[in-house]
């Protein structure tokens, strides 16, 4: 399990990153990606900027998920609480959230489960427990900021230096 400190920081981050921000579309690496795009988050500094106009966020999912009409009374605890799903049926739930936007991000409380609420009030869900295996990453600034649900139930991040002081000043612990 995560400590606090480090779950508040992280989802300060996915906070900043997510919100506001819709799928534009899908890409299948093995696992598929998921493609964020929205509004600049306020206060970014220049590393978020792409050259090519692409992309405020990716999203890599390497775990099962599942999209909720609301909270369940308890959330899956593991991939095996989960369907497995064909791809294009995952494909689908993508392009059907493409014009909602994210209204909220937080992790699960034993496990850094991804749970993202869209603005029509649907909750996906996005394992992210795994004994061997990353869960899922948050990729953004070609790199320069990461978030990975790493085996174990733990979190590693990387940030630049600019938004890690920014963090450090916002986040109160």
Known sequence: ?????????????????LIGQSF??????GTPILYLWGPRPAGIGPWLDRSDGEDTA?????SRWQLF???????????????ERPMEELVAVACGLRKNAVVDA???????????TFDDG?????????????????YAGQGKLLIVAVPGDELAMWL?????????DEVVL
């Open 106 to 116: 937080h992790l699960g409380t034993e496990s850094p489960h991804l749970i993202l």
């Open 160 to 168: 630049p230096e600019d938004y890690r002081q920014k963090l450090a």
């Open 69 to 83: 009409d609301a909270a369940p009374p308890r959330w899956p605890r593991s991939e095996e609480d989960l369907p």
């Open 24 to 29: 534009c579309r899908v890409h299948f690496y």
């Open 1 to 17: 399990m995560m400590p606090s400190e480090q779950r508040l920081r992280v989802e300060a981050v996915l906070r900043d990153m």
């Open 58 to 62: 990716s999203l890599y999912v390497e």
């Open 122 to 138: 649907r909750i996906l869900f996005i394992n992210g427990h795994h004994d061997q295996y990353e869960s899922w990453q948050l």
